[in-house]
């Protein structure tokens, strides 16, 4: 296990180098570090000497080297809207995003869970077909069009909830950094419709994945010699068989936990919530090469673990998985 263990690691490590290799040659070709500090009334002269103070005049291997070196003390650049440095920003926006993913992640467990188990065990009812049916126009719809249409009807004709920001929120630690929404009631109604717009693009995908694989497990010999046995019919289906369909479901939500990041730029720019998508886009229209970066550095890291600590916890769950590896 620990060689095993350790080969994911190492790949994590190998996949982080390409991530902060290609977003270090995106601001290398396209940000200009000398006009974001000095504008535009200092002469060339003055520009060639702070290009060569600041070793923009090296090579491209030397200035990587020396990103990397920097990146392992946490500084990814200075923001060039904010003034600070650019890691510094994510990490001030990411409480934000977390818990809208955090949110949307738990409403796919508790909704998918249940409605695939009830779908493939009742393959024929009403609801199960009107499951399957919603979520073929679950997949199909954009997240933006869900957002609104949810605003549309909750927040603008039926005023149920709020259809912007993040409304009250409480500092948990007590030195400002994570202003959480998740403990003030008002906060938890300016969650509720920006989570359920995330969790829309998963959830029609995992009450499909439970589904099927719940439905291949039921027609394996083990759950048929657990029939003849004469076992309860809920220990088969809780214990016996949808044990055996989360293994495939673990892998995919930690992969869907890492796009989730990604699709909340959407998501978080329809209802204003000030988290890192919507800093994302105020960066692209400002230009803020440095902050760009180190966002697409912060959201690969997270995919990064995120998948690494789910495949060591399938390799935990499925030793297969490691003698199938070393093989």
Sequence with gaps: MFAFI??????????????????????????????????????????????????????????YVRFLKNAAHGDLGLSFFYKKPALDVII?????????????????ILISLPLGMYTALKPKSFLSRFTMGFSTLGVSMPVFLTAIMLIYIFGVQLHWLPSYGRGETVDIFGNGWWQSGFFTADGL?????????????????????????????????????????????????????????????????????????????????????????YMFLEAVERSDISLLITYLIVVGSVFVIVNTLVDILYGLINPTIRIAGRK
């Design 189 to 277: 109604k300016h969650l509720i419709l920006p989570c359920i717009s995330l969790a829309s693009i998963m959830l029609p995908l995992f009450i499909r994945l439970i589904r099927s694989e719940m439905m291949e497990v039921l027609e394996t010999e083990y759950i048929k010699f657990a029939w003849a046995k004469g076992l309860p019919p809920m220990r088969i289906w809780l214990v016996h068989a949808f044990k055996n369909t989360l293994l495939p479901v673990v892998t995919v939500f930690g992969v869907q936990i890492g796009i989730m990041f990604a699709f909340t730029i959407l998501t978080e720019t329809v209802f204003q919530w000030q988290g890192m998508g």
């Design 6 to 63: 350790v080969r994911r690691i190492t790949q994590a490590v190998f996949v982080m180098l390409v991530i902060s290799l290609i977003g270090f040659a995106i601001k290398n070709k396209i940000g200009d570090p000398v006009r974001d500090l000095v504008g535009q009334r200092v002469t060339p002269a003055e520009r060639a000497e702070i290009r060569d103070r600041l070793g923009l005049n090296d090579s491209f291997g030397e200035q």
């Design 92 to 108: 001030s926006k990411a409480p934000a995003t977390m818990e809208l993913v955090f949110g949307a992640g738990l409403l796919i």
